[in-house]
């Protein structure tokens, strides 16, 4: 977050929840119809959980409730393209660039 953003938040915003991710959402004091979210650490938009996204863009008006993952549901994973831990599957460049062949592999088309 820039000082521009954490100034503009204290003038004008008023908290109205917070995550499980420990992100602060806001909205306009005056009733604008402005909402945005200060990211706990480093400002990452997959790490908004699907409830507060539908407030933010105006899906909804509720606030949405914390409340805990279900037993189902899987831990955050940050988006890791571009990075060195972000998936290559066999054949890709990065590693090599080659890849076993498959029984069913394409066949170049032949004109007779």
Not at 32 to 49: D, I
Not at 75 to 86: D, I, K, S
Request: hydrophobic residues 30%; aromatic residues 14%; without cysteine.
């Amino acid at each position: 977050m820039t000082v521009r953003t954490r100034f503009y938040t204290w003038l004008n915003g008023e908290e109205v929840g917070q995550d499980t991710y420990g992100n602060r959402y806001f909205r306009h004091k005056k009733g604008e119809r402005r909402r945005w979210v200060l990211y706990q650490g480093e400002a990452e938009a997959s790490k908004v959980p699907p409830e507060w996204h539908a407030w933010l863009h105006y899906t909804t008006d509720t606030f949405p409730i914390a409340t805990p993952p279900l037993a189902w549901q899987k831990e955050h994973l940050p988006n890791l393209t571009g990075t060195p831990e972000a998936y290559r599957p066999a054949g890709a460049l990065e590693r090599g660039g080659k890849r076993a062949r498959a029984t069913g592999d394409y066949e170049a088309w032949q004109p007779e």
